[in-house]
Nanobody
Framework: QLQLVESGGGLVQPGGSLNLSCTAS????????LGWFRQAPGKEREGISC????????NYADSVKGRFIISRDNAKNTVYLQMNRLKPEDTGVYYC?????????????????????WGKGTLVTVSS
């Protein structure tokens, strides 16, 4: 059974940092594109970052570009989201997701939408 579990959420003051982790079980992440999404209160879920299975393609939403960093450690079957200079508008439930598996020809692919497997989310609250 494919499973993704997020951790690292919590309450942080504006300007602070958090590092989210998402660990997979039941499959290896090596050939999957991985993404982070968030859903703010009263808003639709939005994609904020994606990293391809090759690590070559990395995308960020404009709202987090320059502040968030996505990375992956295939040996640990884990994807991370380092979030810096957090703002109150970053508050929401953060989900990791996986799409694939992809062969060599699609190793640089980051899907615009339509991820296959999802975690249950971790809550991030940015407030003073």
């Amino acid at each position: 059974q494919l499973q993704l579990v997020e951790s690292g959420g919590g309450l942080v003051q504006p300007g602070g940092s958090l590092n989210l982790s998402c660990t997979a079980s039941g499959f290896t992440l090596d050939y999957y594109a991985l993404g982070w999404f968030r859903q703010a209160p009263g808003k639709e879920r939005e994609g904020i970052s994606c990293i391809s299975s090759s690590h070559v393609t990395i995308n960020y939403a404009d709202s987090v570009k320059g502040r968030f960093i996505i990375s992956r450690d295939n040996a640990k079957n884990t994807v991370y989201l380092q979030m810096n200079r957090l703002k109150p508008e970053d508050t929401g439930v953060y989900y990791c997701a996986a799409s694939g598996p992809y062969g060599i020809s699609a190793a640089n692919y980051c899907p615009v939408g339509g991820m296959d497997s999802w975690g249950k989310g971790t809550l991030v609250t940015v407030s003073s």
